[in-house]
């Protein structure tokens, strides 16, 4: 249920065409919640038959004319219901450490290049999410919106900063197996 949430709330910060919503979801929303463009452009259509946003009135004939959509009072009323809800913290589950468990028990072939790789994979990922710190958060940047956007980011940041340590730890770990594990 958190995808229509999540674009109710990017409509809510700018009214946008499904396309300007893909493309903020590509470069935003995206780093934690992830959608296909496919699948906004079928929620968009689905928020819009429930009454929680409409198409702006456009100037140009409809034909070939992107449409720009807004949140109605009923969509804000809905995210606000959402925003407050309690919910409980989902479970962990991640393929690689899945296979770690199985690799316990047939072996670990192959599985100590793909450590690696995601190690670097993660790296990029911290990088580019400091990158971003660097950017978009400077000292003195405290209205509640700022605030709370960077709060997001460093949750990133500190999930990133986990995973490269573990898998750094993983390798160490991996190079004092015994040959044959």
Known sequence: MSLPHAILTALLEKPSSGLELTRRFDRSIGYFWSATHQQIYRELGRLEREGL????????????????????PAG???????????????????????????????????????????????????????????????????SAQDRLHHLILRAGIDLETFWTRWLRHALEEFADLPDGS
């Open 53 to 72: 946003i409409r198409a702006l009135p456009s100037e140009q004939p409809a034909r070939g004319q992107r449409k720009s959509y807004e949140v109605l």
């Open 76 to 142: 804000r009323a809905e995210l606000s219901r959402w925003t407050a809800a309690s919910q409980d913290p989902k479970p962990l589950r991640d393929t690689l450490l899945l296979r770690l468990r199985a690799a316990a028990v047939i072996g670990t072939a192959g599985l100590e290049d793909d450590l690696r790789r995601h190690l670097q994979l993660h790296e990029r990922q911290l990088a580019e999410y400091r990158e971003i710190e660097r950017r978009d958060f400077p000292p003195g940047s405290d």
